[in-house]
């Protein structure tokens, strides 16, 4: 039977992984382990371990000094026992039948090497379940990649060398990390499924609630990917230019076309300086300081 350990990387929060640590409390089906990458400096997570104690949850709390979430998550990986990886945030919480769904959709299904969920609060899906075309999925046009839904098979995640700390939160590439790792698995032949059963929650925040620098960052996280895995000429200009078109349609409100431009000047920051740094070719993919923690 398969084990499903659960990594987190967590910095600031205190409050919200409790209510983590209660939905796993509450699953029809254990899971293996939860491990805690834990970046704070202080110790505001100790009654999260003796929450966990009193709740009977197998979880490790590893201390790490380098602040990037990337990075927290490759520590965890390779701490970890179970041969199914699962990547909730700190501030997500699980359906009752979340770790049951996972391990029966790879059970019954064993060429899978990646299934992605539900995220409940997001705009809904309309990708069928079933497994996902390659060719849609680097074409942005299949299953939104969000972390806190995504289950990976260990031994595939290996062979990947992990997330690329270079992307994700905290950095000038401020997202990505986690749709550049499932597109890698992707373009490598590995086979991607999408499971709406399987049913995740966290907040969600529309993009015009947030900072034009964050939206600029997360979009630079977006053109860095089309870099890095050398995406079609089409799939790139379509992205950096569909915001200038939205730009000019309604709705006519001066926050979206504000929105709308820093995000295409965040892309083609990304792209360009992703080139710049790190070129395009598939050598570069693991020239990342956490590559040598799978070797």
């Known amino acids: ?31 293996h382990e939860l491990i805690i990458v834990d970046q704070n400096d202080d110790e505001r997570l100790a009654p999260v371990d ?42 997500c919480w699980y ?11 790879f059970n019954t299904n064993p060429d899978i090497d990646v299934i992605c969920g539900t995220w409940l609060e ?6 069928p379940k079933g497994p996902v075309s390659t060719k849609e999925l680097l074409d942005f046009k299949s299953v939104h990649i969000n972390s806190i ?26 997202a990505g990390e986690e749709s550049d790792l499932v597109f890698r698995l992707a373009i490598k032949g590995k086979q991607l499924y999408f499971a709406p059963q399987i049913s995740v929650h966290h907040p969600y925040s529309e993009v015009v609630n947030q900072h034009y620098a964050r939206i600029r960052a997360y979009s630079r996280g977006t053109g860095a990917v089309y870099a890095k895995l050398k995406l079609p000429l089409k799939t790139i200009l379509r992205g950096i230019i ?17 929105n709308n431009i820093h995000q295409s000047i965040g892309r083609l920051q990304g792209l360009l300086t992703w080139m710049y740094r790190f070129g395009r070719d598939e050598n ?7 590559a040598k923690l799978f070797d």
């Open 1 to 31: 039977m398969s084990r499903v350990s659960l990594v987190m990387g967590t910095m600031g929060r205190a409050d919200e992984p409790l209510k983590f640590l209660e939905s796993l409390a509450n699953q029809t089906v254990p899971a």
């Open 50 to 91: 003796a929450y966990a104690k009193d709740l009977n949850i197998p979880t490790k709390r590893i201390k790490e000094s380098i602040k990037n979430l990337a990075h927290a998550r490759n520590i965890g990986i390779i701490k970890s026992t179970g041969d199914i990886i699962g990547f909730p945030d700190d501030d």
């Open 95 to 105: 359906e009752a039948d979340v770790i049951k769904n996972v391990i029966d959709e």
């Open 122 to 127: 997001a705009p809904a899906q309309h990708q």
């Open 149 to 174: 839904s995504l289950f990976i098979r260990k031994n595939a995640i290996y062979e990947l060398k992990g997330f690329d700390p270079r992307l994700g939160s905290g950095q000038y590439f401020g």
């Open 242 to 258: 569909a915001p200038i078109i939205r730009f000019f349609l309604p709705p006519y409100l001066l926050s979206n076309k504000l």
């Open 284 to 290: 570069t993919w693991n020239n990342h300081n956490d």
